[in-house]
């Protein structure tokens, strides 16, 4: 049913006040209210879009670190405009972070993962447009 | 061809700490091995039989001369002094040791290479023509499309954990090359009546243990649209496509389950959300990266010259107007060849080239093919700019290099995996084989004879050595824990794309060459004329007369 939670923020590394939680079928059940919502990689997100968009925050569970369907939810709800918070949970890993990052998530529901995957090396530079990074970089510095 | 700005090489060189970083923590046991192998695989980086496998991306096919040096130079250094050229143009170590990767991925950044997303279940290496801007039936310069792919499918965020691996291959000439009919996508370059570049997208196509040609689902796309319709394909694979069972997570099997045309409409309904968006190609993009692919300044001089000079060569020496004949081919530029030189020599692994040839072709290159070579999918190399009138001089270089044999598109230059000899998925080995052929069809007259013919080699159903699309294909079977072969014929991987059809019980390693004999015997007595290949003979006779050959009571 309902789950309350806590999560850290990317942006403080504070601990976020709980807030409840529906699960996918339970939120359609109670009628799509605008609350945070918790789906899994399996589910289907189609017809949910529109209502889903007013969600606070939304936290994907990952049935396994090698199942990316959560990546494209994400990147996905990002494209379509979803403003609120979107946690990844389940099975990932720190390695997966800044992937996940680009991809629009703000935090792992894991506090313990999060901070050693901030002190992982990355990649400071990137190709494609995503979620956090508007322009491509052939639309970028390259096309000075 | 493509130079890294410093972008890239940033890019490029911080791949190599992380990948250093990620390996010290499995060395260390902070990391399992589960969760080791998808880092280590987007690297490049297999466990196999004996050794790990290192695989070394070519982007699209294209090595420089410094470059091919320097894999000479790792491979002296890490491994055992040769290197393999892989069925998707990508250069392979067999022996490296795991704590000496990163090392080596940092030497290899050095000189603008890296192993990225060769393996693992990500967007490969793109793959194309070999004779890309320099065929003379070329229609649109393939590689500035390449290299775009490359960018963006290059750490791209969403698609690092695909339901499996993910293979794209262009085509820009008449003839297709680049076997598009056979990849998760294959794109075809063409121009419309207006002159203008468009794209055809063919998906769900593959080996493996369900062959599959791909699907048209889009013919008309204009090339601006091209990463964005790329990408709403890729949702829709990685979202839909099946992760419970790996053998059906291929593309091919969720565009043969939602039907093609409902595959069609979810990618058109995925692109209304990206198309027009960020990553809409300006012409200014594809024109910058263009830019890396103008022709080069071509000496040659006089056409006439060069040609005339060519024609006396091969009239004052038979042998190397037969290497001629078969190993060079038309050249957009008049005056010049592309010269293939085959890895097949008898003996050796098909596509394993030593340090010593690959330091004197890097020479080579350096001194007749503007520093360039390509590498091939038949596991060849190839130089592309040779003036005509330099090819008797690298004819003549190449002989003490073992590198001169002139089988080009014949049947010892023949497509085989690693086998049973390295692979542990193996059900037989295949390096054998294709030397027990090579052996029986070494005469060089019985193969001109035959001409031109694909024979291709798998060691078990992945198929790695193409076995599906050879005229003649070997598969190795397990029968009762025995090493056997299947023999399929009939298959093409070119625009005429067809699957082999398998000819019947399988057979041991040892009746194999009297097999393959048997084939080519019924073949030139079924022939009308020389001119007529053995494909064109199976498409006109069927399979019947091969299995009666093979099978039937003599
Ligand atoms: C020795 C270690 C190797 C292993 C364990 C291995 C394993 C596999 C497997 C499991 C597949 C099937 C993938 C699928 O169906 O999705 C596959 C496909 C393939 N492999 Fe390998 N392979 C090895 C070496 C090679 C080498 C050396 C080459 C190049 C000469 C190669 C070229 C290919 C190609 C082109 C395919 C694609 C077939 C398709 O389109 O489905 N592999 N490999
Ligand atoms: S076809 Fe089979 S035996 Fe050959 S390399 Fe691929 S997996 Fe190994």
New interface residues.
């Given amino acids: 049913m309902e789950k309350p939670e806590q999560y850290l923020s990317a942006e403080t590394g504070n601990a976020v006040a709980t807030l409840h939680s529906f699960h996918l079928q339970d939120w359609i059940e109670a009628g799509k209210p605008a609350a945070a919502v918790i789906v899994a990689t399996e589910d289907t997100l189609a017809e949910h879009y529109t209502d889903l968009l007013s969600a606070p925050r939304i936290t994907i569970e990952f049935a396994g670190?090698?199942?990316?369907?959560g990546?494209?939810?994400a990147?996905?709800l990002r494209?379509?405009g979803f403003k609120g918070e979107l946690v990844a949970g389940g099975d990932v890993?720190a390695?997966?972070w800044?992937?996940?990052q680009?991809?629009g998530f703000d935090a792992l529901d894991n506090i313990a993962l999060t901070a050693s995957a901030e002190t992982?090396?990355?990649?400071?530079?990137?190709?494609?447009?995503?979620a956090r990074e508007?322009?491509?970089?052939?639309?970028r510095?390259?096309?000075a | 061809m493509y130079q890294y700005d410093q972008l890239d090489q940033t890019i490029v060189n911080e791949r190599v700490a992380q990948f250093r970083e990620q390996t010290e923590r499995y060395l260390r046991g902070d990391l399992s091995d589960a969760q080791y192998l998808p880092l280590r695989l987007q690297n490049g980086l297999y466990v196999q039989r004996l050794a790990p496998m290192l695989r070394i991306a070519v982007p699209y096919g294209l090595i420089s001369s410094a470059q091919l040096r320097a894999i000479a130079r790792i491979s002296r250094r890490y491994d055992k002094g040769y290197a393999h050229i892989s069925t998707r143009q990508n250069i392979q170590l067999n022996w490296p040791q795991l704590e000496d990767v990163p090392d080596i991925l940092a030497d290899l950044a050095e000189v603008q290479m890296h192993a990225i997303q060769t393996s693992g279940n990500c967007i490969r290496n793109t793959t194309t023509d070999q004779f890309a801007g320099v065929a003379a039936d070329e229609v649109v310069d393939p590689r500035p499309y390449c290299e775009i792919i490359r960018q963006w499918s290059t750490l791209h965020p969403e698609f690092a954990f695909l339901p499996r691996k993910f293979k794209i291959a262009v085509n820009g000439a008449e003839e297709d090359r680049a076997a598009i009919h056979f990849h998760d996508i294959g794109i075809e370059l063409y121009r419309n009546t207006h002159g203008a570049v468009r794209l055809k997208f063919l998906v769900g196509g593959g080996l493996g243990r369900t062959p599959v040609i791909g699907s048209m689902i889009r013919d008309d796309l204009d090339p601006e649209h091209m990463l964005t319709y790329l990408e709403a394909i890729l949702r829709v694979y990685n979202l839909h496509g099946r992760r419970d069972n790996k053998y059906k997570a291929r593309i091919k099997i969720l565009v043969k389950a939602m039907g093609v045309e409902a595959f069609r409409d979810a990618v058109d309904a995925e692109w209304e959300t990206s198309r027009n968006g960020p990553n809409t190609l300006s012409d200014h993009a594809l024109a910058e990266v263009a830019g890396h692919f103008t022709a080069p300044a071509y000496s040659a001089k006089d056409a006439s010259a060069e040609s005339a000079f060519l024609a006396e060569a091969c009239a004052r020496e038979p042998l190397f107007a037969g290497w001629v004949k078969r190993n060079t081919m038309a050249h957009k530029q008049p005056g010049y060849r592309a010269v293939t030189i085959t890895l097949k020599a008898t003996g050796q692994a098909p596509g394993d080239i030593s340090a010593a040839q690959m330091d004197a072709l890097a020479e080579l290159a350096d001194e007749f093919s503007l520093g360039e070579l390509r590498t091939t999918h038949e596991q060849n190399m190839v130089l592309a700019d040779v003036p005509q009138s330099e090819l008797m001089t690298l004819w003549q270089a190449l002989q003490p290099l073992g590198l001169a044999a002139s089988n080009a598109g014949h049947i010892t230059d023949m497509i085989c995996c690693p086998g049973g000899d390295f692979c542990s998925l193996a059900n037989a080995k295949s390096i054998p084989v294709a030397q027990a052929l090579q052996e029986r069809f070494e005469a060089m007259d019985y193969q001109y004879d035959l001409g031109p013919i694909e024979l291709n080699i798998s060691g078990c159903m992945n198929a790695c050595g193409h076995h599906h699309v050879g005229h003649i294909g070997i598969l190795g079977v397990d029968k009762k824990g025995q090493e056997f072969y299947q023999v399929c014929i009939g298959g093409s991987q070119a625009g005429n794309a067809s699957i082999a059809r398998i000819l019947g019980p399988s057979f041991s390693r040892a009746d194999l060459p009297t097999v393959i004999e048997k084939l080519l015997e019924r073949y030139l007595e079924l022939r009308e004329s020389e001119q007529e290949q053995f494909l064109s003979v199976y498409e006109r006779c069927g399979i019947e007369p091969f299995k009666d050959a093979v099978y039937g009571k003599a």
């Fill in positions: 670190f090698m199942d990316g369907r990546f494209s939810h990147a996905k494209q379509l890993l390695d997966q800044v992937f996940l680009r991809c992982l090396p990355g990649i400071s530079e990137r190709y494609q447009a995503d508007l322009e491509p970089l052939f639309r510095k390259r096309s």
